[in-house]
């Protein structure tokens, strides 16, 4: 990838990154386990699914090429925490996915079609035919999941992310 590109999108996802656990900084373990929403996800629960159905999926599935077969196939289980697992871990392994993802971005040119094509994205109706265009698609997907945990935030304690 041309590395002006490479690094504007890389700069913009990282900012994106830093917002959802900024947006988490300060919450005690109890915090990060309680939905708040009637959707009934955690915050770390959120990160979770950053962690498996973001980065991983996008970054080292997609773009990588890298086999599906690690995807949790009950529904909803990218989503899951278990009770013994500390929260820390949880943030630690996004931390880690980020840093291989973006290992995996810096080999990438951004006019090449992606390593693997999901066969999900034809029942989605999707595609995705370059890996500027998976990207680009994941952060948009971050953004999303960082407004997500800013209106959470603000329901658990009244902290604003951004006061405007």
Same mark, same amino acid.
């Given at each position: ?20 656990? *900024? #947006? ?5 373990? $109890?915090?990060?386990?309680?939905? %708040? !929403? ?5 915050? @770390? ?30 529904? *909803? #289980? ?5 009770? $013994?697992?500390?929260?820390?871990? %949880? !943030? ?5 996915? @980020? ?66």
């Amino acid at each position: 990838m041309p590395s002006a590109e490479r690094d504007l999108l890389v700069a913009h996802l990282d900012a994106q990154r830093r917002h959802v656990l *900024g #947006a988490l900084d300060g919450l005690d373990d $109890d915090q990060l386990r309680a939905p %708040v !929403l009637p959707s009934g996800w955690s915050p @770390i629960g959120l990160v979770r699914h950053l962690t498996l159905a973001d980065e991983r999926y996008w970054c080292r599935s997609i773009i990588g090429g890298e086999p599906l077969d690690w995807f949790p196939d009950e529904p *909803g #289980a990218d989503w899951r925490v278990r009770a $013994d697992e500390p929260s820390s871990a %949880v !943030l630690d392994a996004y931390r880690c996915e @980020i840093a291989r993802s973006n290992e995996v971005i810096a080999s990438a040119d951004p006019d090449d079609p992606p390593g693997r094509r999901d066969p999900l994205w034809d029942e989605w109706g999707i595609d995705f035919p370059t890996v500027r265009s998976v990207v680009l698609h994941l952060l948009v997907e971050t953004a999303t999941h960082a407004g997500h945990l800013d209106a959470v935030r603000e329901l658990i304690d009244g902290r604003l992310w951004l006061e405007v």
